[in-house]
């Protein structure tokens, strides 16, 4: 079975999520960015996730996870959560 590895940053909005991807992209560290910025527990940790498989997380997420590229950031995507930055860091 698939697995991947992610890291991630949740927010309550679009526009924080795509003010937080300028940053990381612009040279901000995503860990750095998820411990001052996520709301989710996960933030702690630099925003990792952990490995998981297919069905683990929210359909939204699966679909990232499952078919983006490797260590780069994509987002917004929009969950009942809230919006997310993610970052697939391994996949097998």
Do not use: W
């Amino acid at each position: 079975m698939a697995k991947a590895s992610a890291r991630h940053i949740l927010v309550d909005s679009e526009q924080k999520c795509a003010e937080l991807k300028d940053q990381i992209e612009n040279g901000s560290d995503f860990a750095e960015v998820a411990r001052e910025h996520s709301s989710c527990p996960s933030g702690r940790n630099g925003g990792d996730l952990g490995t998981f498989g297919p069905g683990q997380m929210v359909r939204e997420f699966d679909e990232v996870v499952f078919s983006a590229p490797l260590n780069e950031v994509q987002g917004p995507v929009k969950t009942q959560f809230g919006y997310h930055l993610l970052e697939v860091t391994e996949r097998g």
